[in-house]
């Protein structure tokens, strides 16, 4: 069975940089049906979708956050990351990961979600 | 790119049937058959409930099922039970080979 887990800082100050990792065990996340990706959710509010990476490191991210979002992938440690530069309080959210299954355009299995708060 | 819209809230009896609606453009959800659905419990991972508009994945209930015309897709549940309360969220491809996800709908189970 696959599985996902986020870690990373629970908080984060403001104007620096929030970083995760997602750790995929029960499959190799070179697998090439599949892109890895990043959801978040703000507090109170819906699901946004932050951008996906193929193993190959090809990436897609959300247009309005392209500038600040760097998504890479590790194989040798089956492992994909997330980086946001110069968070401020509204990127304050809990952050899935998650696998997508490209043929379908689908998330099929999603980590729990780390809650990452920015404040000082 | 704008959040596909969905009712901010819907609600039914046990035994009843419900539908929530998820509107999107041609460039997302009346364009491609990729509409996905998913299901969120508090602390919980979130869960595929319908992918490509109207599959079900393995273990999910026949009582779950999805449909589309034209810009706006669907997600029916029938025979509502008290576990069936949670936020539900629909997604969909897009032209610019992005996702965009529903602004969520919460199901209350009187």
């Known amino acids: 069975q696959l599985q996902l887990q986020e870690s990373g800082p629970g908080l984060v100050k403001p104007s620096e940089t929030l970083s995760l990792t997602c750790s995929v065990s029960?499959?190799?996340?070179?697998?090439?049906?599949?892109?890895w990706g990043w959801i978040r959710q703000p507090p109170g509010k819906g699901l946004e979708w932050i951008g996906n990476i193929y193993y190959s490191g090809t990436a897609y991210y959300k247009p309005s956050l392209k500038s600040g979002v760097t998504i890479s992938v590790d194989t040798s440690k089956n492992q994909f990351s997330l980086k946001l530069s110069s968070v401020t309080a509204a990127d304050t959210a809990v952050y899935y990961c998650?696998?997508?299954?490209?043929?379908?355009?689908?998330?099929?299995?999603w980590g729990q979600g780390t809650l990452v708060a920015v404040s000082s | 790119q704008s959040a596909l819209t969905q009712p901010a809230s819907v609600s039914g009896s046990p035994g009843q049937s419900i539908t929530i609606s998820c509107t999107g453009t041609s460039s997302d959800v009346g364009g491609y058959n990729y509409v996905s659905w998913y299901q969120l419990h508090p602390g919980k991972a979130p869960k595929l409930m319908i992918y490509e508009v109207s599959n079900r994945p393995s273990g999910v209930s026949t009582r779950f099922s999805g449909s589309k015309s034209g810009n706006t897709a669907s997600l029916a549940i029938s025979g509502l039970q008290a576990e069936d309360e949670a936020d539900y969220y629909c997604s969909s491809s897009t032209n610019i080979n992005t996702v965009v996800f529903g602004g969520g709908t919460r199901l209350t189970v009187l």
């Open positions: 998650a696998r997508l299954r490209f043929s379908m355009r689908t998330f099929d299995y």
């Open positions: 029960g499959g190799s996340i070179s697998s090439g049906s599949y892109h």
